[in-house]
């Protein structure tokens, strides 16, 4: 089990490579440091919303006190990165990682995952901000998690997730 200090400078470290990612996406401008990770970004950073978003499917899952999270970028031919965020309210959320954007100028479907190990209580909203190396941007729909409804047809999977627009 990790320790409470352990945890902190995990934190710490994930805040400093996330912030050097950002800061090569958007060419060296990393005014966006002093904003609040992933939701702060778009109004600091010199990134244009992208008018194609390619994560055509995005479903977290809880079971057994983790959410597995899976989405699937469709022709996607951008290089970057893809921003995986998590809010108990759903109005601020929080990057919680990342994962390399795969561009390919071939038509081919990706898919990609992430596990947050430590899911909130009760109800979890989750988005993916998708920003390519030519400081574009695009957020997933915000889906909803709840880690509190039990299921009574299959005890393992204990969450109701429910997709917002």
Not at 32 to 58: C, E, R, V
């Amino acid at each position: 089990m990790k320790t409470q200090r352990q945890n902190s400078n995990f934190k710490n470290t994930f805040a400093g490579i996330f912030m050097i990612a950002v800061a090569f996406l958007t060419g060296g401008n990393v005014h966006a440091q002093t904003q609040k990770m992933g939701a702060g970004l778009t109004g600091s950073a010199s990134l244009q919303q992208d008018p194609y978003n390619a994560i055509s499917s995005f479903s977290p899952v809880f079971n057994q006190g983790k959410t597995y999270i899976r989405w699937l970028a469709s022709n996607d031919e951008k290089d970057g990165i893809f921003i995986v965020e998590r809010s108990a309210d759903g109005v601020d959320f929080q990057a919680l990682g990342f994962k390399d954007r795969v561009g390919s100028p071939l038509c081919v479907n990706l898919f990609y995952s992430f596990i947050d190990e430590e899911p909130i209580s009760g109800v979890n909203y989750y988005r993916l901000m998708s920003v390519g190396t030519d400081q574009t941007y695009t957020y997933s729909d915000v889906v909803r998690v709840r880690t509190d409804v039990v299921n009574t047809s299959n005890p393992s999977n204990s969450a109701l997730v429910e997709t917002e627009k």
